[in-house]
């Protein structure tokens, strides 16, 4: 698995969140479900993809992150109740494109983290992972893809 390294811009999420353990991620469709029936209340989206965020929640002796459910916005000014609103910082990524089902997603993230982080010299910075939703994702489809971008400091940075 040989991933792409591009720069990408600082942009705007709006979304449902849920703390997860890494291990422990059946909730997350659950997650994109709830978050699904009320994507119509987001003022400000930018249509033909949604995001998943994986953020480090910082919880000391408390393995986890929070996951966001969210579409890209053009403002965080009408962030509806029960949703959060998140700016996320640009950089440089490793892009990584998972083809296949969405029930093997978990291969890839295993590969990415376990495997090539590793062994590239690259670090991860700590700003969000984030999965990119656009009209190459099917479900669980054979030929569906969609695509994951780890934030990663250049060597010698």
């Keep these: 698995m040989k991933?792409?390294?591009v720069e990408h811009a600082v942009f705007h999420v709006v979304g449902m969140e849920g703390r997860f353990v890494p291990g422990k991620v059946e909730g997350i469709p659950a997650l994109w479900d709830r978050f699904i029936r009320r994507k119509d209340e987001i003022?400000?989206?930018?249509?033909?993809?949604?995001?998943?965020?994986?953020i480090d929640d910082g919880k000391p002796g408390a393995p986890g992150f929070l996951y966001v459910a969210c579409v890209g916005?053009?403002?965080l000014a009408h962030t509806p109740e029960g949703m959060v609103g998140l700016h996320v910082p640009g950089g440089t990524f490793a892009v990584f494109t998972h083809k296949g089902p969405i029930s093997t997603f978990h291969r890839t993230m295993q590969s990415i983290f376990g495997e090539w982080i590793p062994a590239s010299g690259l670090k991860p910075t700590g700003a969000p992972?984030?999965?990119l939703y656009d009209r190459r994702f099917k479900g669980e489809d054979p030929t569906s893809e969609l695509d994951v971008y780890v934030p990663v400091a250049k060597p010698g940075h």
């Design 43 to 54: 003022r400000d989206r930018v249509e033909g993809a949604s995001y998943g965020l994986c």
């Design 129 to 131: 992972v984030f999965e």
């Design 73 to 75: 916005v053009t403002s």
């Design 3 to 5: 991933p792409r390294i």
